[in-house]
């Protein structure tokens, strides 16, 4: 049984590698940003125009806890989840932490079409979203390096990823 939680930057993936990866343990998959829209019955966007980061966090950080309870799963963290109070100490306790981490120019080429789905970028300009993620990712790095496995570019594969689980079974 593995408890896997997915942290890095947004657009880097971590959605779409917790689907495949949960198909591949036969297990559930979670989205942290998706959980927190259905307690909070509001989108991100709407959680932080009407209450602010603050209270997002503290919501991010009271459903992260849920998955103490659960045996096995694969969970796609938001993007500043692992930056936020003693988050990445308390996933590292109770699971497998993965840093998946792409390039930032590959990161402004994905994120381009998804701003207005994303309230950190939506007011931003594309030549200004290069800037933006560079410094996100120096802001986040010393909480994103505390994971226990770093995938960077062509690392981040089912191959890496097997070899990983196989580590922790």
């Known amino acids: 049984m593995a408890k896997i939680f997915l942290i890095g930057l947004m657009g880097v993936g971590k959605s779409y590698?917790?689907?495949k990866w949960a198909n591949k343990l036969k297990t559930g998959h979670y989205d942290l940003d998706n959980l927190i829209e259905l307690n909070e019955e509001a989108t991100i966007s709407e959680i932080f125009a009407e209450k602010g980061e603050q209270y997002f966090r503290k919501k991010e950080a009271e459903i992260l806890r849920w998955f103490a309870e659960k045996k096995s799963f694969v969970l796609a963290?938001?993007?500043?989840?692992?930056s936020f109070g003693d988050n990445m100490k308390w996933m590292n306790k109770n699971g497998i932490t993965i840093w998946l981490d792409e390039p930032v120019e590959i990161l402004v080429g994905r994120l381009k079409q998804q701003k207005d789905h994303r309230p950190l970028?939506?007011?931003?300009?594309?030549?200004d979203l290069h800037n933006f993620l560079k410094n996100k990712l120096e802001e986040r790095r010393t909480y994103y390096e505390l994971s226990q496995h770093h995938l960077f570019g062509d690392e981040i594969s089912?191959?890496?990823f097997?070899?990983?689980?196989?580590?922790?079974l």
Do not use: S, V
């Open 17 to 19: 590698w917790c689907k």
């Open 77 to 82: 963290t938001g993007g500043g989840t692992a």
């Open 121 to 127: 970028i939506k007011d931003l300009q594309n030549e």
């Open 158 to 160: 089912n191959k890496n």
């Open 162 to 168: 097997e070899k990983i689980i196989h580590e922790h």
